[in-house]
């Protein structure tokens, strides 16, 4: 499968699974009920493991279920949960985030229209909500990524009057399956963290409009699987 494929395909799993968990009336992934979480997930995952070719089962049962050495994602997003200890009103599964939402950096807000979703966004007891993704790798580098930052202040405003409240976004953070720990926070001052990143979107954003948008890949590697190679201008970036 290709990266692509794997991040489908695994997405699909942990929403079927939710919808299942959360229709059925359950809330928080608890010490309690950790057990019929895992034997829900299992069963589905098998299921859904049945539809692939041969060579692709194996190593995906890994990612998605663990193996002696290594536990896989479902294990980690249990635990992360079991961790937080607390009451899930909801959960917003792929949720989309389409419209134009206001950030701030400076001293001074812009209106910038997002179009995103969210792997997982879980609305909690006491009127916060954690913005979570999945990934199969390795979590993204905090001091470059912007994704849930973004996410995190684009959901409070599209959620505002949600179930007749407000939701402030308490955590948000990575389920990732080469990721020593259960959960990868985004930073340890979350406030900070969601800052920095309006900060670096408003200024890539002013870039763009300024004609600035020299490429800067900061992993190459990511480059192979880029759906834009014959665009890009990054071989040329040592000459300019």
């Known amino acids: 499968m290709t990266p692509q494929e794997r991040g489908i395909f695994m997405h699909e799993v942990f929403e079927e699974f939710f919808e299942r968990w959360q229709s059925a009336g359950r809330g928080a992934i608890t010490?309690?009920?950790?057990?019929?979480?895992?034997?829900?997930?299992?069963?589905?995952a098998e299921r859904r493991l049945e539809e692939l070719p041969d060579g692709d089962r194996a190593l995906e049962r890994t990612f998605l279920l663990g193996s002696a050495a290594a536990p896989g994602l479902a294990e980690r997003?249990?635990?992360?949960?079991i961790e937080d200890d607390i009451e899930v009103r909801e959960r917003l599964l792929e949720y989309e985030l389409k419209g134009t939402f206001t950030f701030a950096a400076d001293g001074r807000a812009r209106?910038?229209?997002?179009?995103?979703?969210?792997?997982?966004?879980?609305?909690?007891?006491?009127?916060?909500?954690?913005?979570?993704?999945?990934k199969l790798g390795r979590a993204p580098d905090r001091k470059r990524a912007l994704q849930l930052p973004i996410y995190g202040v684009a959901?409070?405003?599209a959620l505002d009057g949600h179930s007749g409240r407000r939701w402030t976004l308490s955590r948000a953070g990575y389920v990732a399956f080469k990721h020593k720990g259960a959960f990868a926070d985004i930073g340890q001052n979350l406030s900070a963290a969601v800052a920095d990143g309006q900060e670096r979107l408003i200024g890539a954003v002013d870039g763009i409009e300024r004609g600035e948008f020299p490429p800067r890949p900061e992993d190459p590697f990511l480059c192979t699987?880029?759906?834009?190679?014959?665009v890009c201008r990054k071989d040329y970036v040592g000459d300019e």
């Open 31 to 44: 010490s309690a009920n950790v057990s019929d979480a895992v034997e829900s997930f299992r069963e589905i």
């Open 77 to 81: 997003a249990f635990a992360f949960e």
């Open 111 to 134: 209106d910038i229209p997002i179009r995103a979703k969210a792997d997982r966004i879980d609305l909690l007891a006491d009127g916060t909500m954690r913005v979570i993704d999945y």
């Open 155 to 157: 959901a409070e405003q």
């Open 225 to 230: 699987w880029c759906p834009y190679p014959t």
